[in-house]
């Protein structure tokens, strides 16, 4: 076994509620930033929990570099550090005596927790706010605190649940410039609902929808998965247009979304200016592919989709 | 790296005292005057009477309020800052992390406790072998009240429901119990009542040590039997409930 993150037929149930995570398998290095993507309650944070030995699965198994995450758990203990997604730190505390406390909480001795915590505050600029209470930094000085906290022990492997959640872009893009340069020397497991984040940091990005994994690769092979290099997005429906290659998904709010072949979408694009519409064209992006994907298991399962569909080629 | 199960420990006594009381003074403060407000009125009731009694009542209210109110502590550790979930998913151990906060919750009482004992040592004559039936009483009861804290907070989801817990526990461990006079002063049909609550039967030896309340050979030791089994049920139910990793 090498470096590897594997997960076999994972299923986990709450009760007798549909399952949060279905039979989901696969295997990737432990390199670099995995990201798990996928809207509110598709099983991003179960999955992660799992594997970051906090939830019991209700089957299947799972191992991180050769080590199985339900037997042999106090060896994985020691080299994972987790950031939970709804983390808030203790309002009492100095984000100094937060890393300290942490580190001593992982087995370090006084003397050690306190040469490391320096070095962490130092490496993620958070030298000023060392000794300001929690309760008074602001939410990305906090979100920083905590990476800050898990980064300053030795773990190598690092599970972080939706890190950007509510920052603003910004403090998020700093964030990324941290994670991005991590990735380095740590395998970073993260969750997001970002499509933009995931396609900024991750080298490996896992899709799930209801508790099933749609899809798994990196960017390139993912957008393969889609099969069409272009997308467009027609502002105006009703267009009395036809892709000859390609899907077609009409939105809620009434514009059209194609995905196709570059020659099409030539064809296309001539023809929507031709009628004046208001269109976009671009290659196909992680967004793209995350609706594409996302969508489609929902479409299969509605009929009132399918005739959208049919009125779309009718158009 | 070798781990140290001190410094585990001694994580929590940091974040769950040292630190709350440092950086937020009103705590401390509260600490200290929380077990004197019963003290004060029963001193007046009763004309300085129940001095040493009462001093002990308040020492017995410090340790259980201790462990009483160590389940708001680890519920707002699990559930608002998910500190449990980034532990459980480290090399600290349940066993220690209890362990940790029981020790928080003796030191969160230890500036209540070091008045109360000064106050001890000037009201109350116990001699050794007293002394010493009253310290095994305070470490039992405060024993009983962590895991009663520990086994509460695991059927807790939010802080609101630990907060009704305390309350609902106060009434039972330091009102229905007599600990801030004898259990004489209870009119008769009402005393059986008192004998539901486990601090009752703490309360009886402590007063019995002291030369306060008179017991008999025989209902000494069903104080003291009564006592530890409730503690070592107590600690049973929550090795058997609690879950370090969520089921």
Request: hydrophobic share 45%.
């Amino acid at each position: 076994m090498g470096d590897l993150l594997e997960c076999r037929n994972l299923t986990k149930r709450y009760g007798k509620e549909a399952p949060a995570l279905e039979d989901v398998s696969f295997s990737i290095e432990t390199k670099g930033i995995f990201a798990l993507l996928g809207r509110n309650g598709a099983g991003k944070t179960t999955l992660i929990r799992i594997l970051a030995t906090e939830l019991e699965p209700s089957s299947g198994s799972a191992s991180i570099n050769g080590m199985d995450v339900f037997k042999d758990t106090d060896k994985i203990r020691e080299q994972i550090a987790v950031m939970p997604q709804e983390a808030r730190l203790v309002p009492w505390l100095t984000p100094r005596q937060t890393i300290y406390s942490y580190l001593l909480y992982r087995g370090f001795g006084r003397r050690d927790a306190a040469s490391k915590v320096e070095g962490a505050l130092a490496k993620l600029g958070l030298g000023k706010y060392e000794n300001t209470p929690n309760r008074h930094l602001s939410g990305g000085v906090k979100r920083r605190v905590l990476m800050t906290t898990i980064l300053a022990t030795d773990a190598k492997i690092l599970f972080v649940d939706e890190p950007t959640t509510g920052l603003d872009p910004l403090i998020r893009a700093d964030l990324w410039a941290n994670l991005n340069e991590l990735k380095k020397t740590h395998f970073i497991c993260l969750t997001t609902h970002y499509l933009e984040e995931a396609e900024r940091l991750a080298d490996m990005i896992g899709i799930l929808e209801s508790g099933r994994l749609l899809s798994l690769g990196t960017l390139d092979q993912l957008r393969s998965v889609v099969r069409y290099q272009y997308s467009i997005r027609i502002l105006q429906g009703g267009s009395s247009f036809e892709t000859r290659v390609g899907e077609a998904i009409r939105e809620a709010d009434g514009s059209i979304q194609i995905f196709t072949t570059e020659e099409d979408a030539d064809r296309l694009t001539e023809q929507l200016v031709k009628e004046k519409k208001r269109f976009s064209v671009y290659p196909v992006s992680l967004d793209d592919i995350f609706y594409y994907l996302v969508r489609k298991p929902i479409e299969e399962d509605t009929r009132r989709n399918s005739a959208e569909q049919r009125d779309l080629h009718e158009d | 790296m070798k781990i140290s199960r001190l410094s585990q420990v001694y994580a929590s006594i940091l974040i769950n005292a040292v630190y709350e009381m440092r950086n937020y003074p009103i705590t401390l403060a509260s600490n200290i005057i929380a077990p004197f407000s019963v003290l004060v009125l029963i001193l007046l009731v009763s004309h300085g009477v129940l001095l040493g009694i009462s001093i002990e009542g308040a020492l017995i209210t410090a340790m259980i309020s201790g462990g009483v109110n160590l389940q708001i502590d680890l519920s707002h550790m699990k559930n608002d800052f998910k500190l449990q979930d980034m532990l459980v998913s480290s090399p600290t151990k349940p066993f220690t992390y209890m362990l940790g906060m029981a020790m928080s919750a003796l030191t969160n009482a230890l500036p209540a406790l070091t008045v109360l004992t000064i106050l001890a040592f000037m009201f109350i004559h116990a001699g050794p072998t007293g002394t010493l039936t009253i310290l095994g009483v305070f470490a039992l009861i405060f024993a009983f009240s962590v895991a009663l804290g520990f086994m509460l907070s695991t059927f807790g989801t939010d802080i609101q429901q630990n907060r009704a817990f305390v309350s609902i526990l106060t009434v039972i461990l330091a009102t229905i119990a007599p600990i801030y006079y004898p259990i004489t002063y209870i009119p008769l049909p009402i005393r059986y009542v008192a004998y539901l609550s486990p601090a009752t039967y703490a309360a009886e030896i402590a007063q019995h040590a002291i030369g306060d309340l008179p017991l008999s050979a025989s209902n000494l030791a069903i104080d003291w039997i009564v006592l530890v089994t409730v503690s070592c049920v107590l600690f049973f139910v929550v090795t058997k409930k609690s879950h370090w990793r969520d089921p």
